[in-house]
């Protein structure tokens, strides 16, 4: 479930997601979460999260549908998207629009702001803390806009890349 490389990318590099204990402790928590908002994370929706966290980068959603059963045949298209939008809406993974994927988030404050390193070389994305954002709120409220979030996506070539 790799991220496909942009032509001019002749270089490897190392995606690497959530594993073992570490997988095991942020489905935990995920699982803690969703009780504490009086939610479910039934098992499709447990399992995409699973997904995005092992991939460590953006997963378009019919790569998640090939790879969401373990044994038997894969998912249907609707059950993908709508573990998606409640992924989303609870805070759980983020949908970068410029890739059309979708990137866990590992952050545990509900509702923030995201924004998106992308190289354009390797699709390697990192989530950093946006300072723009606040600007962005204030902006929207000046002009009379109660805004419920702000993504913010930079394209652009990782060190690795740029080396």
Do not use: W
Not at 35 to 50: G, Y
């Amino acid at each position: 479930m790799a991220m496909a490389h942009h032509a001019a990318c002749d270089h490897d590099h190392d995606h690497h997601g959530v594993a073992g204990a570490a997988l095991a402790a942020e489905l935990a928590a995920a699982e803690s979460r969703c009780a504490a908002a009086d939610q479910r994370l039934t098992p499709p929706r447990r399992r995409v999260l699973e997904l995005l966290l092992q991939a460590g980068q953006p997963v378009k959603a019919y790569d998640l549908i090939s790879t969401f059963a373990v044994d038997g045949p894969p998912a249907k298209p609707p059950t993908i998207y709508r573990a998606l939008d409640f992924l989303e809406k609870q805070g759980f993974a983020h949908r970068i629009e410029s890739l059309n994927a979708y990137v866990a988030c590992r952050k545990e404050a509900d509702g923030h702001a995201a924004a998106f390193l992308i190289c354009d070389c390797c699709g390697a994305t990192r989530e950093i803390e946006p300072k723009a954002s606040a600007e962005i709120i204030a902006a929207g409220a000046a002009a009379g806009y109660a805004l419920t979030g702000v993504t913010i996506e930079a394209h652009g070539l990782c060190g690795d890349c740029r080396g």
